[in-house]
């Protein structure tokens, strides 16, 4: 399935040392194992993409937003919720005090892992005015009309 092939090739990505913590982590044998759920039967799969919870051992991501997202925007996501379990592998209050520092942490580190937020960051300004579907519609005639733009400069 598309997702589960996204979320491998993301963990791949990740630097070995992160998925190492991550992996001691999730071990533990007095907690619960992970969970990874693509659905939109989990509570705010409505109003986000994805979330981690049960302290970074349930992560939850919406399957309906993942239909139609263009996958370098759902990569970032899927590493940025994984930042947020590498966060809890370190201990302590991760990213701050706030929940704005967290998130702005885990976007943080998954920058530091390589991957781009560009396009989340559009799709992001996009949903202020359009539904998910149509903000990755009007992304993709950008991108096009980009490659248009990029095609006419090298013909001159």
């Not at 947020?84 to 530091?112: C, F, M, T």
């Not at 937020?117 to 799709?123: L, N």
């Not at 949903?127 to 095609?151: D, F, N, S, V, Y």
Request: net charge negative.
């Amino acid at each position: 399935d598309d997702f589960s092939d996204l979320f491998r090739k993301c963990w791949r990505k990740l630097p070995l040392t992160a998925r190492r913590s991550i992996c001691a982590f999730w071990r533990d044998p007095k907690e619960r194992e992970p969970l990874v759920e693509l659905s939109d039967l989990w509570i705010d799969s409505k109003d986000a993409f994805a979330q981690v919870t049960n302290w970074g051992r349930e992560l939850r991501f919406s399957a309906s937003a993942f239909k139609v997202l263009p996958y370098c925007a759902g990569s970032f996501i899927v590493v940025h919720e994984l930042a947020h379990v590498y966060q809890k592998a370190l201990g302590g209050v991760p990213g701050g005090e706030s929940s704005l520092e967290n998130e702005d942490d885990a976007n943080r580190i998954a920058k530091e892992w390589g991957f781009d937020d560009m396009v989340i960051g559009i799709i992001s300004i996009l949903l202020k005015t359009m539904p998910l579907e149509q903000a990755c519609e009007r992304l993709e005639q950008m991108r096009l009309q980009a490659m248009q733009e990029i095609g006419r400069v090298e013909d001159v």
